[in-house]
């Protein structure tokens, strides 16, 4: 073989193997902080991590899009605690459809490395996503995730990085505004709000569903007009809106300091937050991202001069569990994500005190002997209610083996997702064998608990069903407190955590072969092994025998595995320039031919009926860049002016900012060439709401006020009579990058 030969293939294999590859050292725990006085310490932080347009959007597969803009900012939260003895630890919950391992894993090794910030080992970082579908994909470390959650595979590295550095950044920022607390634990409900979606696996259960909807028996039914019949084949016609995890649990973090200001909340809720749906063309927080934004202006209005509080809303045992959405839409996620958000803040009037004592430790998991993975039929017809396009080809829920039990089948009686498609079993075989070397399935995953004072958070690595969430708890319960836990003790399951491994269900449910059954990629014996590992790390815990790590540990991943790596998003440099994406359409244009758009954000408040006449604004900016340190997706906002004032002012409603925080803005790119962008952005305002805030309109003149990558941009001014009118269009502004100037 000649040189040259074999330096072409080192550099194929350099490229197909190092360019595909996220490796990194995540440094041993350093020593503890000094102990403060014998207080607790706790700090909070809130991140923007709303990524350029263009990318696709994960957790809906081929029915996902790509992303137009933004309604609802993408956020991190990341509340940290410290003890009075220096024991630390903290909660980071992310606005993304899923926590990939190679993720959490850099974001330690940024916090550890970088901000230097070594007590703050991996194991004492627990980091959770929202599940949010309007989020971007092409971020994950697993191949599997990256070629079939999203609706186009794809690796973006330098979205990866991008995320990995805002999220260590917010966790530093809480480090460092860590103050002297005190702890309060209170407890509300998510009844109406939430229904199982997979009743008749749910029902399988026997005692286990029975006993739970005889605790759920008092609790109110709101029953909706449902896109799939939730009550089929079942005599409790409505068992499905009792058939879930009602509480929604919150830990509080109050300053010491007189005004008693919160800090910051760890709320668990369980349920899908996709109330938006798989149509949405813009990223979106979706309902948890409405609800912790609402629960936070709550608490702000009743200490208005502290630090914003963040609360961070986790998602628990949401497996089966849907929001109970009448329409996916903008207006059913503000409407639940509202009534979520009050009854966080309600949840503190009742509230209880927790004890300042902190505990941590964490394991990883290993899953590659428990079973060879494999994905069932159901998993390409989508979720109970959402079905794609292989629904109808084949790919339904119940298929599955029948006969006795293969005791040699740990997967039984799983039947591969290639099943209706390739008849030919050997043939079958290879494709699958082939399939799952590229995809390179993840065959661990990291297990981390925490308990403050009575309350033990325990992590679990994707989505579990209901019932199998709640004898996990049980299980947790008896080994951490004992067979006779004090009243007070609670064991809270924070689903979607350092690693995403789909869904787990029960033996019984997995039997079925329902949607989640189908994606449990290494059957139902790895919630056996799973459970069986992490309580004996919780026995370790309450036992004191937690041994710091004293070595580097290294970690390493292939986000696409050997296909190779596509260019970054950044700049639309990888796609979308001149096609339907990115081109330029009215929305109401886009309305008459097709809701399949924008129409379910543009609505109404009421009626659910797009709005054709929101004012709006246009402006032309450079292409955005991770690195200009700039947005990457502009930020909107309102400012006002009366006659008597010589200045324009922020405008707040109720004392808040009148920004794109609230909920009120779509902001979309609607062209892009040559290095340059077009953007638009909606002000969603209600009109009544708009009215009722300014009683004298006539005198009040209003702009938009964007900060962009370029610099800031200015609309012409604006009034309510314009509205009135029903003529809300301003005049375009194409080279407006003027900050110190009025328009």
């Known amino acids: 073989m000649s040189k040259t030969t074999i330096t072409v293939a080192c550099l194929f294999l350099q490229f197909v193997i190092g360019c595909s590859s996220i490796s990194g050292t995540l440094p041993k725990p350093g020593p503890n902080p000094p102990a403060h006085a014998g207080m607790l310490r706790v700090g909070a932080s809130k991140t923007d991590i709303t990524p350029v347009p263009g990318v696709p959007m994960g957790g809906d597969a081929l029915a996902g899009r790509i992303s137009r803009g933004v309604w609802m900012r993408l956020k991190s939260r990341a509340v940290y605690f410290e003890d009075p003895t220096g024991e630390a630890a903290v909660f980071i919950i992310c606005d993304l459809w899923s926590m990939p391992g190679g993720l959490g894993d850099r974001v330690a090794e940024i916090v550890s490395s970088e901000y230097h910030h070594s007590h703050v080992s991996r194991e004492r970082i627990l980091i959770a996503?929202?599940?949010?579908?309007?989020?971007?994909?092409?971020?994950?470390?697993?191949?599997?995730?990256?070629?079939?959650?999203?609706?186009?595979?794809?690796?973006?590295?330098?979205?990866?990085?991008?995320?990995?550095?805002?999220?260590?950044?917010?966790?530093?920022?809480?480090?460092?505004?860590?103050?002297?607390?005190?702890?309060?634990?209170?407890?509300?409900?998510?009844?109406?709000?939430?229904?199982?979606?997979?009743?008749?696996?749910?029902?399988?259960?026997?005692?286990?569903a029975t006993d739970l909807l005889a605790e759920n028996a008092t609790l109110p039914i709101q029953t909706p007009p449902t896109p799939f019949p939730v009550e089929k084949d079942c005599a409790n016609k409505d068992g499905a809106y009792r058939a879930f995890d009602p509480r929604l649990r919150t830990l509080f973090a109050y300053a010491t300091a007189a005004d008693h200001h919160l800090i910051g909340a760890v709320s668990c809720a369980c349920m899908h937050p996709t109330s938006m749906g798989p149509k949405t063309e813009v990223y979106s927080s979706d309902l948890f991202g409405v609800a912790t934004d609402f629960a936070e202006s709550q608490f702000l209005q009743k200490n208005p001069e502290?630090?914003?509080?963040?609360?961070?809303?986790?998602?628990?045992?949401?497996?089966?569990?849907?929001?109970?959405?009448?329409t996916q839409d903008r207006r059913s996620a503000l409407h639940i994500g509202r009534e979520i958000g009050d009854r966080i803040s309600k949840s503190a009037a009742g509230a209880r005190d927790v004890d300042q004592h902190l505990q941590t430790g964490s394991t990883i998991v290993n899953f590659k002997d428990v079973a060879k993975p494999l994905v069932g039929v159901a998993f390409l017809g989508g979720g109970?209610?959402?079905?794609?396009?292989?629904?109808?080809?084949?790919?339904?829920?119940?298929?599955?083996?029948?006969?006795?039990?293969?005791?040699?089948?740990?997967?039984?009686?799983?039947?591969?997702?290639?099943?209706?498609?390739?008849?030919?079993?050997?043939?079958?075989?290879?494709?699958?064998?082939?399939?799952?070397?590229?995809?390179?399935?993840?065959?661990?995953?990291?297990?981390?608990?925490?308990?403050?004072?009575?309350i033990l958070f325990a992590s679990l690595p994707g989505e579990f069903t209901t019932i199998l969430g709640r004898q996990t708890e049980k299980q947790y319960k008896s080994a951490f407190f004992g067979n006779a836990p004090a009243p007070d003790a609670e064991v809270v399951l924070l689903g979607l955590a350092n690693e995403y491994l789909t869904y787990w269900t029960t033996h019984e449910e997995y039997k079925l072969q329902n949607y989640e059954a189908a994606s449990m990629i290494y059957g139902p014996k790895a919630a056996d092994v799973l459970r069986s590992q992490t309580t004996e790390l919780l026995r370790d815990i309450k036992d004191h025998k937690i041994v710091p790590r004293t070595e580097d540990l290294s970690f390493y991943y292939k986000p696409l595995g050997l296909l190779p790596e596509v260019a970054s998003y950044v700049g639309f440099v990888k796609r979308h320039c001149n096609?339907?994406?990115?081109?330029?359409?009215?929305?109401?244009?886009?309305?008459?031919a097709s809701y399949d758009s924008l129409a379910n954000v543009l609505v109404t408040d009421k009626d659910c009926i797009p709005m054709p006449n929101h004012p709006h604004f246009a402006w032309l900016d450079e292409n955005p860049d991770y690195a200009s340190g700039r947005p990457v997706c502009p930020r909107v906002s309102i400012e006002y002016k009366t006659e008597e004032m010589q200045d324009w002012k922020l405008y707040t409603i109720n004392g808040r900012a009148e920004d794109d925080e609230t909920g009120q803005f779509v902001t979309i790119v609607s062209a892009e060439l040559r290095g340059k962008s077009r953007w638009l952005t909606y002000w969603l305002r209600p009109l009544d709401e708009w009215k009722r805030a300014d009683p004298n309109p006539p005198k009040v003149k209003y702009r938009f006020h964007v900060v962009g990558v370029r610099g800031d941009f200015y609309s012409h001014c604006f009034d309510q009579k314009l509205i009135d009118d029903d003529d809300a269009v301003l005049p375009f502004q194409w080279d407006a990058a003027t900050p110190n100037a009025m328009k």
């Open 306 to 326: 502290a630090r914003p509080p963040v609360v961070a809303l986790f998602n628990g045992t949401e497996g089966d569990v849907a929001s109970n959405w009448k």
């Open 129 to 208: 996503a929202t599940h949010t579908h309007n989020s971007p994909g092409a971020f994950s470390t697993c191949t599997a995730m990256n070629v079939l959650a999203t609706p186009e595979a794809a690796f973006d590295r330098e979205l990866f990085e991008w995320l990995a550095r805002r999220i260590a950044c917010g966790v530093d920022e809480a480090i460092r505004n860590a103050e002297p607390a005190i702890l309060q634990f209170g407890a509300g409900d998510t009844s109406t709000l939430a229904r199982n979606r997979s009743y008749l696996a749910f029902i399988k259960n026997g005692k286990d």
């Open 384 to 454: 109970e209610g959402d079905p794609v396009i292989f629904h109808d080809m084949g790919s339904y829920e119940g298929i599955r083996a029948t006969g006795n039990p293969d005791p040699n089948d740990p997967q039984w009686p799983k039947l591969s997702l290639l099943e209706p498609y390739i008849r030919d079993s050997g043939v079958r075989e290879f494709t699958q064998n082939t399939a799952l070397s590229i995809l390179d399935l993840p065959d661990h995953a990291r297990v981390t608990a925490i308990c403050i004072g009575n």
């Open 579 to 592: 096609v339907d994406a990115f081109s330029f359409l009215h929305h109401t244009e886009r309305l008459h």
